[in-house]
């Protein structure tokens, strides 16, 4: 499906709108330039899963963990990982098995660890300064 926000607010709503229909060990796969609203999604995505903690992105963490909505979620950034293997490194299985929601930035930078059936959420710059277009796939939840 493909959506237009126009502004971070939309962005959140519709990170919001995906989260009510996710499931235990789901996985978000993000892609799209800096700035251009991945962590703002994630923003929304905690708050559609009950989560009150500030959102922020992981980039020099990595991971970024948040309890107590209806699931845990798990907020990656693949940005500074040179190839999958370093996903493997840091305990990516160990958060499959948790129940909660792996939302991954910088997708592409681990494509080949992410299974089939991820959702992937593309997010580009539009015709203006707050314009984004999002395209979401896969899962029951596109």
Known sequence: MEYVSNSPAETEALGAALADKLAPGAVVAF????GAGKTAFVRGMARGLGITERVTSPTFTIVNEY????LPLFHFDMYRL???DELFDIGWEDYLVRGGVCAVEWS???SDALEGD????DIRRGTHDN????TIEGGDAA
């Open 31 to 34: 892609s799209g330039d800096l």
């Open 67 to 70: 309890e107590g909505g209806r």
């Open 118 to 121: 991820c959702i992937r959420v």
């Open 108 to 110: 592409e930078n681990v």
């Open 131 to 134: 314009q984004r277009l999002i």
């Open 82 to 84: 040179g190839s999958s």
